[in-house]
């Protein structure tokens, strides 16, 4: 077997994703205010999740900026699709609407203010992918309205796994017959924090 790359974080730096001078200025954001977001790797890695299983409704847990819901509506190959998504935050959830009408996604996402899991309750199914990126102590709780919303064969993605909070979803999504799973501990520079978990959850 050949040696692996010297240095390879390094070396994998020079790989992160080009992207539009928006999400540059939402990374700059963040950093300058310490806010946690995916980073320009796993916004990438999204978007190719959304368009591998054809997207056409998104529902996202977690809003912050809207750096990762940009990402995602990116991925729609036509007007139809929708993403909702859900920030507890209203101060938040402005500053988000306005990027997503500087991205041009405003007639495509629709932001609802609130508790995750409370207005998960008052949406229905399907979706063709959710993206849960809340506070880690809350991903168990969310797990069960994630199945009853996601159509068969609909992917769930869950980032921050990696965090201990998420011991009990981790636990919960690898012992439920209703997906099947896999997290990847992985480097993911300009991901908050660069080295953790994402778990990738298909519905059964």
């Known amino acids: 077997m050949p040696p ?25 954001e963040a950093h300058r205010e310490e806010i946690p977001i995916i980073g320009p790797v796993v916004g990438e890695f999204l978007f190719i999740l959304a368009r591998v299983v054809r997207a056409e409704k998104i529902l996202e847990l977690g809003t ?4 990762s819901a940009i990402f995602l509506s990116e991925a729609f190959e036509s007007q139809r699709g929708q993403l ?28 609802r203010v609130g508790d995750a899991i409370d207005v998960m309750k008052t949406l229905s199914a399907p979706f063709d992918l959710i993206f849960m990126d809340i506070d880690k102590i ?47 501990y992985s480097f993911l520079p300009l991901h908050s924090p660069e080295k953790d978990g994402i778990c990738l959850a298909l519905r059964s």
């Not at 912050?64 to 750096?67: D, F, R, S, V």
């Not at 920030?87 to 405003?106: H, L, S, V």
């Not at 965090?163 to 896999?182: C, G, H, L, Q, T």
């Open 64 to 67: 912050a900026t809207g750096y």
């Open 138 to 184: 809350h991903y168990n709780r969310a797990l069960p309205h994630c199945r009853r919303l996601l159509r068969k064969n609909g992917l769930l993605v869950a980032d921050n796994v990696g965090f201990e909070d998420a011991d009990p979803f981790n636990a919960s999504i690898y012992a439920s017959k209703a997906f099947r799973m896999v997290s990847l």
């Open 84 to 111: 909702i998504t859900i920030e507890n935050d209203k101060k938040m959830a402005q500053r988000a609407r306005k990027n997503f009408q500087r991205a041009g996604f405003e007639k495509q996402i629709e932001i």
């Open 4 to 28: 692996i790359m010297e240095h390879p974080e390094t070396y994998f730096r020079q790989f992160i994703p080009p992207r539009s001078a928006l999400l540059k200025e939402l990374e700059e």
